[in-house]
Structure formats: structure tokens, C-alpha cells
């Protein structure tokens, strides 16, 4: 299972990332989304890695907080490292889609939840 919530935290990144590229005009070659999902998908890999480690389950709206704000944060140091540009708009937009994103699926799958049970 949480592969399956760590499957759908990396797809809300690559959709922020595909929508950003294409926002930008900065094409969605396979080159391009790998060179900005990179330091996201090693914030992710950080953040699950500490649900992990501390038991913690990735159901939680506490856990989509958490995920998403390891996620921005060492997504935008690694971005500065590789010489990639974080502008505060950008740290913004970023931290809110990924939030929102991962903030959204748990809802759904709660809800779902809720309903095969009733």
C-alpha cells in the first residue's frame, strides 16, 4: 500500500511539473521533465522515507503537509545546487499545487473508503 501513496504523491509532481513546463513553453521532452523533477522526486523519496522510518501512515492529511512541504523544501535546494531558478512566486505556486494535489487524493480515497463501508 505504500507504494500505491508514494505512486500517486510522485504523479501529483509530474503533473505539476508537465503543467509548469507547458506553462512556460519549455516542451515536455523527456530530458526537460526529468532535469525539474529530479530534485522534487528526491524530496519525495526523503519525506517517505521518514514516514517510513517513524511509522507513520501517508492516509493522513498530516502526512500530505508533511510530504508536501519536505517535497518544496528540498526540491528548491536541490534546484539551487543544479543552478535551476526558485523565485518566490515559484516556490509558492509549487508548494501550493503539491499540497493541494496531495491534499486532494487522500480526500477522494477517504471518502471512497467511506463509501464501500457504508
Same mark, same amino acid.
Given at each position: 500500500? /505504500?507504494?500505491?501513496?508514494?505512486? &500517486?504523491?510522485?504523479?501529483?509532481?509530474?503533473? !505539476?511539473? =508537465?503543467?509548469? /513546463?507547458? %506553462? %512556460?513553453?519549455?516542451?515536455?521532452? +523527456? *530530458?526537460? @521533465? !526529468? +532535469? =525539474?523533477?529530479?530534485?522534487?522526486?528526491?524530496?519525495? #523519496?526523503?519525506?517517505?522515507? !521518514?514516514? @517510513?522510518?517513524?511509522?507513520?501512515?501517508?492516509?493522513?492529511?498530516?502526512?500530505?503537509?508533511?510530504?508536501? $512541504?519536505? +517535497? +518544496?523544501?528540498?526540491?528548491?535546494?536541490? /534546484?539551487?545546487?543544479?543552478?535551476?531558478?526558485?523565485?518566490? $512566486?515559484?516556490? #509558492?505556486?509549487?508548494?501550493? !499545487?503539491?499540497?493541494?494535489?496531495? &491534499?486532494?487524493? *487522500?480526500? @477522494?480515497?477517504?471518502?471512497?473508503?467511506?463509501? *464501500?463501508? $457504508?
Amino acid at each position: 500500500m /505504500r507504494a500505491l501513496r508514494g505512486s &500517486l504523491d510522485f504523479a501529483v509532481v509530474l503533473v !505539476f511539473v =508537465t503543467i509548469g /513546463r507547458a %506553462h %512556460h513553453n519549455d516542451g515536455e521532452t +523527456t *530530458r526537460g @521533465i !526529468f +532535469t =525539474t523533477t529530479w530534485p522534487f522526486a528526491v524530496g519525495l #523519496i526523503l519525506a517517505w522515507l !521518514f514516514l @517510513i522510518k517513524t511509522k507513520r501512515g501517508g492516509w493522513t492529511y498530516k502526512a500530505a503537509v508533511l510530504v508536501a $512541504s519536505v +517535497t +518544496t523544501a528540498v526540491g528548491m535546494i536541490l /534546484r539551487v545546487i543544479a543552478g535551476q531558478g526558485t523565485a518566490t $512566486s515559484f516556490i #509558492i505556486v509549487a508548494f501550493s !499545487f503539491l499540497l493541494f494535489g496531495m &491534499l486532494a487524493w *487522500r480526500l @477522494i480515497a477517504k471518502r471512497l473508503e467511506k463509501r *464501500r463501508a $457504508s
